[in-house]
Nanobody, 120 residues
Framework: QVQLVESGGGLVQPGGSLRLSCAASGSIFSINDMGWYRQAPGKQRELVAT???????NYVDSVKGRFTISRDNAKNTVYLQMNSLKSEDTAVYYCNMVGRESRFKPFNSWGQGTQVTVSS
């Protein structure tokens, strides 16, 4: 059982910054992919950023140049640094990790979600 706990959300003004954190705990043999998703009211959940075990990253076009995903493998933690925030970034953000609890038991775990609100 792998559990993810998120933190760092909150209220910020347009142009401001926030950093989200997501830490995994439990039985972890390996973590392959880490990522951040978000869901705004009335919209589908979308993939925001991903990071592979080798450090390759990918971003949705709307956040390129503003958001940065990073990971600390020793701490089983993924971060999302969000700069130059816009009102359109307002959403509930969820972290996701895919890996293995053991050689023959994969996992796909989600965080509880953290609210990010960008408003004046």
């Amino acid at each position: 059982q792998v559990q993810l706990v998120e933190s760092g959300g909150g209220l910020v003004q347009p142009g401001g910054s926030l950093r989200l954190s997501c830490a995994a705990s439990g039985s972890i043999f390996s973590i392959n992919d880490m990522g951040w998703y978000r869901q705004a009211p009335g919209k589908q959940r979308e993939l925001v950023a991903t990071s592979t075990s080798l450090g390759f990253t990918n971003y949705v076009d709307s956040v390129k140049g503003r958001f940065t995903i990073s990971r600390d493998n020793a701490k089983n933690t993924v971060y999302l640094q969000m700069n130059s925030l816009k009102s359109e970034d307002t959403a509930v953000y969820y972290c996701n990790m895919v890996g293995r609890e053991s050689r023959f038991k994969p996992f796909n775990s989600w965080g509880q979600g953290t609210q990010v609100t960008v408003s004046s």
